[in-house]
């Protein structure tokens, strides 16, 4: 079992590392999110314990774990002020008597009502606020996932999923982009210890963009001196989410879950723990509380990054900040409602977002 969770690790590994420097770097990073308010409030550390509807997101794999009922599941999230909406909607439907699982899942994040002040200035000078049109710029993604347990003993099991995904990405009427891509994960499971890989765009995305620009837009960019693009290419470099989770019986009413997880990019040097032209490495830690299986708590620990710090008027000092977060959640029969709060900067300014999401088992409860 290890040689074979070792040998998937080393030919992802190998995968990724052969395409380093050939791509653009965050090329579609809003698929970097997350999905789910559970897997937010706990630093979106999920790839080993994930086994909902979510799981098409963070590990398709985890599916695998949806059986004999369907699971659903939404999210609502807004970002910056509430300038940039992020939407997710997954379903998971168990097949073949329970021998696979197959999910469906449909993400959005946009900025709607966007000013064009393209045509703001008239030619005489004068301002005429008419001439202002709004626009959205919103990116969307598609998966659709299959996952299967590929062996099961009396101590653990190996559930393997694949994800086929659809991007597009529209700006306003002036661009758009058609993008596809295949992700691949893993995971062994006890019962009380999870591992977990998942390769996200193993064998690259592309996503190829298209411009329209009326004659008049063209004269008005031109007179500006901005460039009229005509199109143009773009591809996403591999990325590797290894963790692990485990499972504290505290006692027969309360339950603890740890996971550890480690995001592996292969697009140059980011800003991270661990930061080479060859790979960088960011962590995330997450931890959840259950109370009788109907109250959770969540709390986790992502982003780590070197920055500025405050107050420093030379610019020389940096110190490593991160993004906290907290979540709760209760279960109602068939229906969990979970919240999470982060910080998308700790700092002395910082950027709260608010997430909410639902998950609902259209059959038994979870656990049963």
């Known amino acids: 079992m290890k040689k074979s969770f070792f040998a998937l690790l080393s030919l992802l590994f190998l995968i990724a590392s052969e395409s380093i420097g050939q791509f653009r770097k965050y090329s579609n990073e809003f698929l970097n999110i997350g999905a789910g308010a559970r897997g937010l409030g706990m630093g979106s550390a999920q790839t080993a314990s994930v086994k909902d509807a979510t799981a098409g997101y963070w590990n398709p794999a985890g599916l695998a774990e949806v059986t004999d009922n369907p699971s659903a599941a939404v999210m609502h999230a807004e970002y910056f002020g509430g300038i940039a909406k992020y939407n ?55 998966l659709l996932s ?38 691949a994960g893993l995971q062994i499971r006890s019962d009380k210890w999870s591992l977990g890989v998942a390769a996200k765009d193993v064998t690259t995305t592309y996503n190829i963009w298209s411009f329209k620009f009326t004659d008049a837009e063209k004269e008005k960019l031109y007179l500006t001196k901005n460039d009229i693009p005509v199109k143009s290419s773009e591809q996403t470099a591999p990325r590797l989410a290894i963790g692990g989770s485990y499972d504290f019986n505290i006692s027969d009413n309360f339950k603890l879950q740890a996971e550890a997880n480690v995001d592996l990019t292969f697009d140059g040097k980011r800003n991270t723990i661990v930061s080479s032209n060859a790979v960088s490495i960011d962590p995330h830690i997450g931890l959840e509380a259950s109370i009788k299986d109907v109250f959770f708590v969540r709390g986790g620990i992502s982003n780590f990054q070197r920055a500025l710090a405050d ?30 709060f982060t910080n998308l900067a700790n700092q002395s300014n910082p950027l709260y977002t608010h997430v909410i999401s639902l998950r609902i088992n259209f059959g038994k409860n979870e656990d049963e």
């Open 311 to 340: 107050g420093d008027t030379l610019n020389q000092k940096k110190v490593w900040i991160y993004q906290p977060s907290l979540g709760a959640g209760f279960k109602i029969k068939k229906v969990n409602i979970d919240y999470a």
């Open 146 to 183: 299959m996952a299967q347990t590929v062996k099961e003993t009396d101590n653990y099991k190996i559930h393997a999923g694949v994800n086929a995904k659809i991007i597009y990405r529209k700006v306003g009427k002036f661009a758009n982009a058609w993008g596809f891509g295949l992700d």
């Open 88 to 142: 997710f909607v997954s379903v998971a439907v168990p097949v073949q008597d329970n021998k696979r699982t197959i999910g469906f899942s449909l993400l959005r994040f946009a900025v709607d009502d966007i000013p064009n002040t393209l045509f703001l200035v008239e030619p005489d000078g004068s301002l005429n606020y008419n001439n202002i049109k709004t626009f959205s710029s919103a990116d969307y993604a598609f």
